[in-house]
């Protein structure tokens, strides 16, 4: 018996994010440098994909790489606690409606309240 913790499917998950996105697979391989033929086969869960493709994927989608971690059963869900921090930093870097005036002040200020 494993006593590893079960995660949820990640192909499952990537297509509902990629829905939420409301990415067709070709753009999101257009987005990501990922083939098309091979994130069809990544969310049909014939593939798993390394934590570079998955780190693409989660840029390509705009969300945490460390939750597609989880989902690929890379990260335990309490490690990834640990990390939300930096998905705050991402975000805010990310953010294609801030300037570069503002995402330095944003995340000054977050340094601040985190004691950083």
Known sequence: ???KIPV???GGYLREQRQAAELSIRQLADRTGVSNPYLSQI???LKKPSAEI???LAKGLR????QLYVHAGILDAR???LTDG???RAAIKADPRLTDQQRKALLDVYASFVGE
Do not use: F, K, W
Request: no cysteine; glycine share 4%; charged share 35%.
């Open 79 to 81: 490690d990834e606690e």
């Open 43 to 45: 969310e049909r869960g």
């Open 54 to 56: 998955l780190q693409s």
């Open 1 to 3: 018996m494993s006593s």
């Open 63 to 66: 969300i945490s790489a460390e």
């Open 86 to 88: 930096l998905d705050v």
């Open 8 to 10: 949820p499917d990640l």
